[in-house]
Structures are given as structure tokens and as C-alpha cells.
């Protein structure tokens, strides 16, 4: 019995420190579905469903990837102020020609925009076309 005793509370306690992260991330997440292919910097993103997270709270940088985790990204932001709270979580994009490019996200309740710079790739895309903008609706659990 003292056997059991020794080994079920370190397993608990090992429950308990690996839970702890899986909660951290599912609180800092948003979700949406692309209808079609996308950029997020250099890369190209099929369409499908995404979800973004920011691994480390100390920086501006998130991780954009497929559900399935197929494909990923990591990008740079900017957060931009706003004077209002916005209403509902959603992701911009930016569409030159047919070529679109995440631009931005906004998390329910907060006065903030995650504004995702632009790669080099965009910024020669840009010289070209003019930009269309367009949003679509996310799912957002926190900040990410």
C-alpha cells in the first residue's frame, strides 16, 4: 500500500503540471476557415481551417497553422489601438489581384487589432495592384 501511495501522487502531480500548459494554450487561441489559399509572410496556406496561437507572451509573434497541423507559419505583428472594443473576433486579409494575404486580426472584446506586417513578398505584390479588403469571422478563446 505504501508502494501505491509513493507512485499515484507523483503521477498526480505529473497530471497535473502537463494540463497546465494544454489549458494556457486553448485560452490563447483563435480560429477560422479559409475558403481558399492565402499568404501568411513567405508562406502559401491552402485553404482550410486555421488556428492561431501566440507561443510566447513576450513577444510579437504568432504561429498560424492548419487544424491538422499540416502547415505552419510563425509571423510578426503590431498591435494597433482602437477607440472601440470590437464586437466579434475575425481575420483581415488583403487581396491584390487574386493573391490574398492575412493582414490582421481582431479578438472579441478587445480595443486592439493584431496588425501582421508585411513580407517583402507583399510589399512587391502591392506595387502592382491595389488592395481589396476583406474579413472573415474567427472563433477567439484570450489573446492570442
Not at 39 to 47: F, Q, R, S
Not at 63 to 77: K, P
Not at 97 to 105: Q, R, T
Amino acid at each position: 500500500m505504501n508502494i501505491l501511495r509513493k507512485l499515484v501522487v507523483p503521477m498526480g502531480l505529473l497530471s497535473v503540471l502537463c494540463a497546465i500548459p494544454i489549458m494556457a494554450q486553448i485560452a490563447n487561441t483563435v480560429t477560422f476557415d479559409a475558403p481558399s489559399a492565402f499568404y501568411v509572410g513567405n508562406a502559401k496556406m491552402p485553404a482550410g481551417s486555421y488556428r492561431v496561437t501566440q507561443p510566447d507572451a513576450d513577444s510579437n509573434l504568432l504561429l498560424i497553422e492548419t487544424a491538422d497541423g499540416s502547415h505552419s507559419a510563425f509571423v510578426e505583428y503590431e498591435v494597433a489601438s482602437s477607440n472601440t472594443t470590437h464586437a466579434q473576433s475575425d481575420v483581415t486579409f488583403n487581396k491584390y489581384g487574386n493573391v490574398d494575404f492575412l493582414s490582421a486580426i481582431w479578438v472579441e472584446g478587445r480595443k486592439s487589432e493584431m496588425q501582421i506586417l508585411q513580407s517583402k513578398f507583399e510589399q512587391n505584390t502591392a506595387k502592382a495592384a491595389a488592395a481589396e479588403k476583406h474579413s472573415l469571422s474567427a472563433k477567439g478563446a484570450g489573446q492570442p
